[in-house]
């Protein structure tokens, strides 16, 4: 599927996704190589979804595995209840007909599951790209770091969503550590999200890098470095 026609799709679904956001998950699904899985960790109604599996039929046909309750619950089942039919708590089969409109529905397998769960069960391909974009805050997003990297091939890309927006701290603070500990390479901020590329796959690797890096330093080195550009910029 061509670019425009999938920005056309997924611009129909409602979601939080900026239009270089879309073009950034097209693109790096495109790249994913063959026997790789792509693997999304929040799905909500498929906007994220049409646009990495829009960018997988482009490119090599990597599987797309959405992994998301498909239901409200919690402190957010409020805020999001505005966007379902009225009384309607479960949202899997709005998330099902956007895809089916989209005639993604051959390269998409929606899992009903936790995203720490899905991947304890998981039995899929290597993952070679994985986009967290599930709960925000600083445990969750570390625990479904964790629970994934296992199932990733060293180099695979890894997306955080809402990296770059001040209302999501635990987000930043754990990917600053990942930064500073060198497990991702390579990244690049796009609008709110960061993509990097993994460098280990082994959790207890992850645990001894993590331990000498105290959130306060990656922030602390993230700060300096901000600082550095900035009079870099005005030298």
Known sequence: MHLHKALDASSKVSGWLLPREQELLYTLAREVPPGKAIVELGAWLGKSTIMLAAGS????????????????????????SIFLDSGSHDYLSMFLRNIRDSSLSSIVTPVKSSTVEAARTWTGPSVGLLFIDANHNYHAVLNDFQAWMGHCSLAARVLFHDYALTGYPGVSRFVDRLLATRTLTRARVVESILQGELTITQVTHLSRRLAFCPAWFAWSLR???????????HA
């Open 223 to 233: 700060r300096a470095r901000a600082e550095a550009r900035k009079l870099a910029k």
């Open 57 to 80: 039929m482009a490119g090599s046909r990597a599987p797309v595995y959405a992994v998301d309750f498909f239901a409200l619950s919690g402190d957010a089942g409020y805020d999001y």
